[in-house]
């Protein structure tokens, strides 16, 4: 069982350096790592049990486990490839629930829709004339867009002031002052 043992060492360790080196080249982040079946809104990934670092870690452990096994306790070897597995699946969903799936949390989309726009705030770039258009920059999803504008109320609005997004369409979105905001959404609370 050592030769077993040693080619899981030697083995895991060389494929867990040649990931590192060559990950972004050969795209194991993208391939194995999403191997699986999406269920639900978060997307249960019951295929990352089969992420490299998960599979990797546990076939290493799992050789290094029935090394100390076989040099420190006196097991038969069948019990010791038992055991040693258990401490490589511990260790396998440790890493799984340490490292895996936080990275995968922790995956921000920079991506959104234009109907997200409507009710967001943001600042005249262009100036936006009476009739045409400007533009302005709003931050939405943790990064800045900018978005060609027409005034919603026929208004130029100069560059610099701050708007509210009224509404989106494909191509621009209307928007008014964000004072003027403040002020239709008095009005309309105050006639209910």
Known sequence: MTEVY???IVGGSLFSLLTFLLSDMLHFHHGLGHVGVDAGHEGLQLGEIFHPVVLVGGVTVFG???IVLERTADYE???EAILAMLIAMVVSISLYFLYVKPMRNRENSVGYSMRELPGKIGAVSTTIPAVGYGEVIITIAGSN???IAASMDGKPIREGERIVVVEANDHAVLVVLLDEANAIETKSSAGR
């Open 64 to 66: 290094a486990a029935g």
């Open 145 to 147: 867009t900018c978005q």
């Open 77 to 79: 070897p069948f019990p």
């Open 6 to 8: 040693w080619t899981c």
